[in-house]
């Protein structure tokens, strides 16, 4: 009987390890943990095999789509980034830069020369006051009132529309504190302390305009006197105005402007002007550049852009492709199938509406060309509507480019290439989950089955057992029969 308890537990360990039976030649000589576990894969192998074909082909849809979103992406910032730059609109510039520069409001697209002659920049008013021994000086109690409008010689009038403002001032402050309660007033004007020779100097500028001067009145609190030394008015006051406020004094082809500001927005519809110096009797030119050769460049790096993601999405579309069935993949290639011939500028009263008009065609396969003879004629016949295309508006180049890669990317949209790729994810979790719960299933069959034949095994040892017992008692009786 001890054979037949060492025959059990070899039989058991097997499921451990390696079967232990089989390497003593013990009980049936078949390797039985082996064997479960062989019969529990090939069980589950058709259905693993298939959970993980899946897989392979839901991966190989993610990466496809994924790189085609990718394109577009790539085209759509790069568009945006080349029409933000404003290289494809004619750029003003102005020959004296002395003068003024130049750029586009955004209103709308300037053409043409213009002559312009500055006369007179935008100044703000400067007040100083007299002169403290310090900036720790105390000032007297009370308040200031800063009163706007313009003033002229010994004259203010005041701008009713420019509401006063009132700064209280506490006993015990300095010169200091009053620049910095000036500035934390929300005046409109800027105080600081200037030391200089004569000492330090409470100055206060204003904001450009003639009609943003002031004047500074001062309440003095009776038990504490001595504000009224910081009040100016024109002929009155202990201050010194520096600087009077004026308007800036301009003409554009010969025609005169004021101003009040050196910053000059739509003198004509789509230029603003920054006024930086004067050039009395001596007229300077605002000319624009001429964008031909870059949008005529930029033209084809967009049908070459367009024609890498054509090719990608053909391919991928086509009979034994990734995409063939994919509805973002053939929503996108609709899409770019009616690009050319779509009206971008729908409010346009020139010849140049859709991107067709610049030479973009679509081709028998899908592919782009341009037509660089009918780009070049558009750009003659309608220079503005062609550099309106290229503007970052609601409407044009970019925002058809944009409106593409939008609803392709959009997540929410099941017919879209982002939505393709959020439902493929999603089957790839499932397919996972499928694929654990077979292991699980495997594991508990292999687990069955070793169990089943460690007890097979362990009858069969005891039978081996018995057995050889049986023979060695007839060889016995045989040979005592000698």
């Known amino acids: 009987m001890a054979t037949d308890a060492t025959s059990s537990t070899s039989a058991t360990s097997s499921l451990k390890t390696t079967s232990i039976a089989t390497l003593l030649g013990a009980g049936s000589g078949i390797d039985m943990a082996a064997l479960a576990n062989n019969l529990a894969t090939a069980q589950f192998e058709l259905r693993t095999a298939r959970l993980n074909d899946k897989t392979d082909t839901l991966n190989t849809r993610i990466s496809t789509a994924s790189n085609i979103k990718s394109m577009l992406l790539s085209l759509d910032t790069s568009l945006g980034t080349l029409v933000r730059s404003g290289d494809l609109a004619p750029t003003p510039s102005v020959a004296n830069s002395a003068v003024a520069t130049a750029s586009l409001s955004g209103s709308t697209q300037p053409t043409g020369s213009y002559s312009l002659e500055v006369s007179q920049l935008a100044t703000g008013q400067q007040l100083a006051s007299s002169a ?96 009224s030394n910081l009040a100016w008015s024109p002929g009155a006051g202990t201050g010194t105005l520096m600087a009077t406020a004026q308007d800036a004094a301009y003409s554009l082809d ?86 050319s011939g779509t009206t971008i500028m729908p409010n346009a009263t020139g010849v140049a509406k859709t991107l067709a008009d610049l030479g973009l065609s679509i081709q028998r396969d899908g592919t782009f060309a341009l037509d660089k ?38 997540t929410s949209n099941t017919n879209s290439l982002a939505g393709s790729i959020t439902k493929y994810n999603s089957q790839l979790t499932d397919i996972s989950s499928d694929l654990s719960d077979l292991a699980d299933q495997q594991e508990k069959l292999r687990a069955r089955l070793a169990s089943q034949f460690t007890a097979s095994e362990a009858r069969i040892s005891v039978l081996k057992s018995t057995q050889s017992m049986l023979q060695n008692q007839i060889d016995a009786w045989n040979n005592s029969g000698n």
């Open 373 to 410: 003879d009918r780009l070049s004629a558009t750009m003659t016949a309608d220079p503005d509507g062609v550099a309106a295309m290229f503007t970052n508006g609601v409407y044009g180049v970019y925002a058809t480019i944009d409106k593409i890669y939008r609803a392709a990317a959009s």
């Open 254 to 339: 010969g025609l005169a402007y004021t101003s009040a500001s050196n910053t000059i927005t739509d003198p004509v519809p789509g230029l603003k002007l920054q006024l930086t110096g004067t050039n009395v009797g001596t007229p300077t030119q605002i000319n624009f550049s001429d964008p031909s050769a870059n949008i005529t460049g930029s033209m084809q790096d967009l049908t070459d852009a367009l024609n890498e993601v054509a090719s990608a999405l053909n391919a991928a579309t086509s009979r034994g492709g990734d995409l063939v069935t994919d509805p973002g993949a053939r929503a996108l290639k609709q899409s770019l199938s009616k690009l």
């Open 132 to 227: 403290y021994t310090a900036s720790t000086d105390t000032v007297g109690a009370g308040t200031l009132t800063l009163r706007f409008g313009t003033v002229s010689g010994s004259a203010f009038t005041e701008d009713a529309a420019h509401a006063a403002v009132d700064i209280t001032i506490n006993t015990g402050d300095t010169l200091a504190d009053v620049a910095a309660a000036i500035n934390a007033s929300g005046a409109g004007v800027n105080a600081y302390i200037a030391n200089t020779t004569s000492g330090a100097q409470l100055v206060i500028k204003g904001a450009e305009g003639a009609a943003n001067g002031f004047i500074v009145e001062a309440a003095e609190d009776v038990a504490d006197p001595g504000l």
